[in-house]
């Protein structure tokens, strides 16, 4: 900025000062605001990587991809073949035991009944107390009716029903309701000849003389074999001495029967 030249030298002092210090004073302030800018750069740089490392990296922004109108894809015509079955597993409809009423006579087929049918049927019962209430029901009058009952009387006296395992009912069955003697008479009868084969076909003797020694508790294979060759007809019991070849050992019921059984049906 130039002066008249008939300015007074004070004025011109006055003034070349004051442009001096306007001048120092714009520096000083183009300085801070530099520094300023340069500081609030710095922390929006660090406010935006904690920012990122919080919440991990912004999503990309994802375009939409253009409309294309296309006609549908032509649908095939169902198959006239029909599929073919899926085969399942069909279990034969199992009878249910008969009533029982007590009779010793009958305790065994009973009991086996029921066995059968718990064996071929285990998923309709979960535990041993399912098995055995399910076999009460079948205990209709008599001895046995009245048998069930004392026990369900028991639970209610004790809160706990008497018989906790299928094991233990068939043990207390077994003393109720079968035959009281039944392993002294097999064994009477199996000392005797009463249980010989006479007319019978080895088929139906052997069924009768297997119910003997399961009653009388022999297992011992050679007793077996005695026992029921003894009871076997004459002619029988001759043949299969003189066999050839594959005569059955002293030691193998087994094979007694089944040589029996070959020589009944020749």
């Known amino acids: 900025m130039s002066l008249p030249a008939d300015t007074p030298p004070a004025v011109a002092d006055a003034l070349g000062y004051l442009q001096h210090h306007l001048q120092e004073l714009t520096e000083r302030q ?6 300023i800018n340069n500081t609030l750069a710095g922390l929006t740089a660090q406010i935006q990587q904690l920012t990122q490392l919080m919440t991990g990296p912004a999503p990309t922004p994802t375009v939409a991809p253009p409309l294309v109108t296309t006609s549908p894809p032509p649908v095939d015509p169902p198959s006239l073949v029909p599929s073919a079955p899926t085969k399942q597993r069909t279990r034969p409809k199992l009878p249910s035991p008969p009533d029982f009423s007590g009779e010793r006579s009958s305790g065994r087929a009973f009991l086996n009944s029921c066995t059968l049918y718990l064996r071929l049927a285990p998923e309709q019962f979960s535990c041993d107390e399912e098995k055995i209430f399910w076999t009460l029901i079948f205990f209709k009058d008599g001895r046995a009716a009245r048998w069930s009952e004392n026990l369900f009387r028991q639970e209610v006296d004790t809160g706990i029903f008497p018989i906790q395992s299928w ?3 068939e043990q207390q069955f077994r003393s109720q309701f079968f ?3 039944a392993e002294a008479d097999a ?8 249980y010989y084969q006479g007319n019978q076909t080895v088929d139906d003797y052997l069924d009768s003389f297997l ?3 399961s009653d009388a508790g022999y297992t011992d294979p050679r007793t077996l074999v005695v026992k029921f060759r003894r009871g076997l007809r ?3 019991q001759g043949q299969i001495a003189i066999m050839p070849f594959g005569r059955p050992a002293d030691t193998d019921p087994e094979a007694w029967y089944a040589a029996a059984r070959r020589i009944d049906q020749a």
Not at 187 to 194: H, P, V
Request: net charge negative; hydrophobic share 45%.
């Open 30 to 35: 183009n300085a801070s605001e530099h520094v």
């Open 167 to 169: 094991a233990d009912f």
């Open 179 to 181: 035959p009281v003697n």
């Open 187 to 194: 064994i009477n009868a199996l000392e005797g000849s009463a």
């Open 211 to 213: 119910t003997l020694v």
């Open 234 to 236: 004459t002619n029988i």
